[in-house]
């Protein structure tokens, strides 16, 4: 667990804050912050026990947040990210609403307990769908009544679209969780793909990394490789991107978030997407 609380945060003057949390099925990360300057107020990361799924997962998620009192302070907006698979990006102008829910069933199986639902890109002109398990989605609607639901590459893809100017023009960024990763790969600063691929050891995490820049002809020792999540330098995974990959390096962090100097917490690029939401409409 990893959590930062600013001193002069004051929970009985709360509604000009906004939430932004992330849910995946080993942990749930949260930040509250002042929109209108960016300063954070709470950063905390909940690691769960073990990978859960479906009804399991959320009666777990229930009981962590109603255990969370500072989740259940009045605020001005909320903004929720799911961060598993399966998700499509569909071009806005094919995409048709009457149809959202057939989209994924072309590529994975869409169980009766899951729903879809659609956020806009709006730099790209890209709808993103994606499935939630009703429950969890009863459960995040009743607890927070005016949340937005968003999947994770949803807020990673408006960041990418927000800072595609500081981009090479040979872009890879790999987006690091604890069982998968995002792919996005950029072509003089235009999206040109972008894919989930779930690993279960460095084997697996390294045959995705070298398969996609093989198809893409993606020069390793010219392209630029930006990483986020949960990598660190010097780690395994790390160390067997280094072997194959020249130039990599660590996404700046969004700057309209700040934390205050007294937080000891410093690795950011693990919250590039949960703080990347502030940017999700």
């Not at 849910?23 to 026990?49: C, H, M, N, W």
């Not at 929720?80 to 072309?106: H, N, Q, R």
């Not at 072997?243 to 660590?250: P, T, V």
Request: with cysteine.
């Amino acid at each position: 667990m990893e959590q930062f609380v600013d001193a002069s945060f004051n929970r009985n003057f709360t509604q000009h804050y906004s939430l932004l949390m992330e849910l995946e099925r080993q942990q749930l990360a949260f930040v509250i912050y002042d929109k209108s300057t960016g300063k954070i107020a709470a950063l905390k990361r909940i690691t769960f026990p073990q990978g859960i799924n479906g009804s399991d997962f959320s009666s777990r998620l229930k009981n962590i947040i109603n255990a969370e009192d500072i989740l259940h302070i009045p605020v001005k907006e909320t903004k929720i990210s799911i961060a598993w698979p399966a998700f499509m990006l569909v071009p806005e102008t094919l995409f048709e609403e009457e149809l959202a829910g057939d989209y994924l069933k072309y590529n994975t199986h869409v169980a009766e307990k899951e729903t879809t639902e659609v956020n806009y890109i709006r730099g790209l002109t890209i709808k993103n769908v994606f499935v939630i398990y009703k429950e969890l989605k009863k459960y995040l609607s009743a607890t927070f009544p005016n949340a937005k639901i968003f999947h994770t590459s949803t807020a990673l893809l408006e960041y990418i679209q927000a800072h595609k100017n500081d981009m090479h023009a040979a872009q890879l960024i790999f987006d690091v969780r604890q069982d998968h990763m995002h792919i996005i790969y950029l072509e003089n600063k235009e999206l040109k793909f972008c894919n989930q691929f779930q690993f279960k050891n460095k084997e697996d995490f390294l045959y995705f990394a070298l398969l996609v820049s093989d198809q893409l002809q993606i020069d390793r020792n010219v392209s630029d490789l930006k990483l986020c999540g949960y990598i660190i330098e010097d780690s395994v995974l790390y160390n067997e991107l280094y072997k194959f990959f020249r130039n990599i390096g660590f996404i700046n962090t969004p700057d309209h978030l700040k934390l205050p100097a007294a937080s000891e917490i410093t690795s950011l690029h693990y919250y590039t997407t949960l703080f990347s939401l502030h940017l999700c409409a």
